[in-house]
């Protein structure tokens, strides 16, 4: 059994920060890949970004520039810094975690971009 917990979403101003971080616990032999995805109202899931073992990154084009991911493997952590936010980016924000063949998913946090 794996748990994943989420934290960090909220209500922000355009152009401004938030960090989000997800920490895994339980039965956890070897985490592979950690992924953050978004879904905004009435839009499928989507890839944010994601990193690799080896710290191998891969962000969507659209927060290129302005997200960082960061993983601590010591602590099954991995973290997303979200820098200059915009309204688009609004959404409920998944933290994803692949253990062998399986992938885990966090319970979402929402994150709201508004004036």
């Known amino acids: 059994q794996v748990q994943l917990v989420e934290s960090g979403g909220g209500l922000v101003q355009p152009g401004g920060s938030l960090r989000l971080s997800c920490a895994a616990s339980?039965?956890?032999?070897?985490?592979?890949?950690m992924s953050w995805y978004r879904q905004a109202p009435g839009k499928q899931r989507e890839l944010v970004v994601n990193?690799?073992?080896?710290?191998?990154?891969n962000y969507a084009d659209s927060v290129k520039g302005r997200f960082t991911i960061s993983r601590d493997n010591a602590k099954n952590t991995v973290d997303l810094q979200m820098n200059s936010l915009k309204p688009e980016d609004t959404g409920v924000y998944y933290c994803?975690?692949?253990?062998?063949?399986?992938?885990?998913w966090g319970q979402g946090t929402q994150v709201t971009v508004s004036s």
């Open positions: 994803n975690v692949q253990i062998g063949s399986v992938a885990f």
């Open positions: 339980g039965s956890i032999f070897r985490i592979y890949g």
């Open positions: 990193i690799s073992s080896g710290g191998r990154t």
